[in-house]
């Protein structure tokens, strides 16, 4: 059973605009959130990651927030560009087993000019 | 930089033969991983290791064993290999600690004929 799932595996922007991948889990023992790119042939890039006593994390064009009541998080480009089109990963951790990451599916996103 | 390097980007091998895929790091990290990617399944944790000749399996380990002998290099066993086992295998190494990102090597695609 997922116990972190990306329920789109693929999504389309325009460049320029704002592209929101979600993410949602339903281990509450998770407590540390992460977001990594892949490109074909390359190994995942860890992107930005977000605690849980936090509700928003921001690095440049990209945000990720937090809702722990809801146990979702997302992830905000801003603006899009047309490099932003790898597959994005969401992973989560458990403090009391930190050295394992449960993976979502992962979300490939477009960013059409 | 973190470099994580595959012995191979591309390997070709025959159902029954054993198969090693090695992995070196070269930022001193204590906690290595492999995983192999595939289409709609995403990242599956084959086994991890969190010291020198310790290992801990991960989600899918069947069919698969380990070696770390040196802090530096994971190997990755495949004592007889199928078909099914043909994927893309990533290696990943991460410092000790709840909160540490994961670095991965470009991967291996192992194709099992």
Known sequence: DQQVKQNSPSLSVQEGRISILNCDYTNSMFDYFLWYKKYPAEGPTFLISISSIKDKNEDGRFTVFLNKSAKHLSLHIVPSQPGDSPVYFCAALNAGNNRKLIWGLGTSLAVNP | ?113
């Open chain 2, 1 to 113: 930089d973190v470099k994580v390097t595959q012995s191979s980007r591309y390997l070709v091998k025959r159902t029954g033969e054993k198969v090693f895929l090695e992995c070196v790091q070269d930022m001193d990290h204590e906690n290595m991983f492999w995983y192999r990617q595939d289409p709609g399944l995403g990242l599956r944790l084959i086994y991890f290791s969190y010291d020198v000749k310790m290992k801990e399996k991960g989600d899918i380990p069947e069919g698969y064993s380990v070696s770390r002998e040196k802090k530096e290099r994971f190997s990755l066993i495949l004592e007889s290999a199928s078909t099914n086992q043909t994927s893309m295998y990533l290696c990943a190494s991460g410092e000790q600690g709840a909160q540490n990102e994961q670095f991965f090597g470009p991967g291996t695609r192992l194709t099992v004929l």
